[in-house]
């Protein structure tokens, strides 16, 4: 993923979990991965491997395409 592609990413993630008012604590121990190293996921630092983002939508309980949207897309 490029730059821009890991940092949509992880704004879908964060989007996902403030509406469900978790927080990246809660998803880290969800998916069996460490507070900093979620921390740098969720921040754009570092992108998510493929398996990871699986476990992150099953845990979030959305579809894993919903992690990918772009915005354009989704807004017509």
Not at 28 to 47: C, D, H, P
């Amino acid at each position: 993923m490029d730059q821009s592609t890991t940092e949509r990413v992880a704004g879908h993630v964060r989007a996902a979990l403030a509406r469900q008012r978790r927080t990246g604590r809660w998803l880290a121990l969800a998916v069996g991965m460490s507070k900093t190293t979620m921390s740098r996921r969720l921040n754009g630092q570092q992108e998510f491997g493929v398996n990871e983002l699986a476990a992150v939508a099953a845990a979030l309980g959305v579809p894993i395409e919903s992690l990918f949207a772009d915005d354009q897309v989704r807004a017509s």
